[in-house]
């Protein structure tokens, strides 16, 4: 009698998509300095509309930087299609990162929020993402819950300071 392995169930393979997109350097990097954008540009943006914008397309910017950084280190072992390939996965997290974020910037232009009340949501919104990471992160290393919450606030909390270190530098 042979034994059958059960696959994952739905909940496990919308984790799993989830870790692969979220829980990496890439994604991280990426909500920090979208942050950042959004922050600069509410310096100069008369509008919600366009800090969104102005913010999306630097990431997008820095996204394809990033790739061809990957595919051009990448290019020399594995050929320049999969190079790309490996590139845009490793760098996507960038961009899926940035989701919650550009969402609250959606919800201040479909509300018609003030720029500072929408880019106070798109700093809500990253605080909320780093401090689910940094809980995670904490759990998967076997701390209690009052060591994960309290991971999951430092790791939040570093993240504003390294925004607000990226803001004073320019």
Same mark, same amino acid.
């Given at each position: 009698m042979s034994a059958?392995?059960?696959? $994952?169930t739905p909940w496990q393979r919308v984790k799993a998509w989830l870790d692969?997109?979220?829980?990496? $350097?890439?994604?991280?990097?990426?909500?920090?300095?979208?942050?950042?954008?959004?922050?600069? +540009?509410?310096?100069?943006? !008369?509008?919600?509309?366009?800090? @969104? @914008?102005?913010? #999306?397309? #630097?990431l997008i910017v820095f996204f394809i930087a990033h790739v061809f950084a990957h595919t051009l280190t990448d290019h020399g072992d !594995?050929?320049?299609?999969?190079?790309?390939?490996?590139?845009?996965? !490793? +760098?996507?997290?960038?961009?899926y990162a940035s989701v919650p974020s550009i969402l609250a910037l959606a919800f201040g232009i479909a509300t018609g929020q003030t720029v500072?009340? +929408?880019?106070?949501n798109?700093? #809500?919104?990253?605080?909320v993402v780093l401090a689910i990471l940094g809980y !995670?992160?904490?759990r998967r290393r076997g701390y209690r819950v009052f060591g994960r919450i309290m991971g999951a606030l430092a790791t939040s909390f570093l993240g504003i300071v390294i925004v607000i270190l990226e803001v004073a530098v320019h």
């Amino acid at each position: 009698m042979s034994a059958t392995v059960a696959g $994952p169930t739905p909940w496990q393979r919308v984790k799993a998509w989830l870790d692969v997109r979220f829980r990496s $350097p890439s994604a991280i990097y990426g909500l920090i300095v979208f942050t950042t954008f959004v922050t600069l +540009a509410d310096d100069e943006a !008369h509008d919600v509309a366009e800090v @969104l @914008l102005n913010s #999306t397309s #630097t990431l997008i910017v820095f996204f394809i930087a990033h790739v061809f950084a990957h595919t051009l280190t990448d290019h020399g072992d !594995h050929g320049f299609r999969a190079s790309t390939r490996n590139a845009v996965r !490793h +760098a996507a997290g960038m961009l899926y990162a940035s989701v919650p974020s550009i969402l609250a910037l959606a919800f201040g232009i479909a509300t018609g929020q003030t720029v500072l009340d +929408a880019v106070d949501n798109c700093i #809500t919104a990253m605080f909320v993402v780093l401090a689910i990471l940094g809980y !995670h992160a904490f759990r998967r290393r076997g701390y209690r819950v009052f060591g994960r919450i309290m991971g999951a606030l430092a790791t939040s909390f570093l993240g504003i300071v390294i925004v607000i270190l990226e803001v004073a530098v320019h």
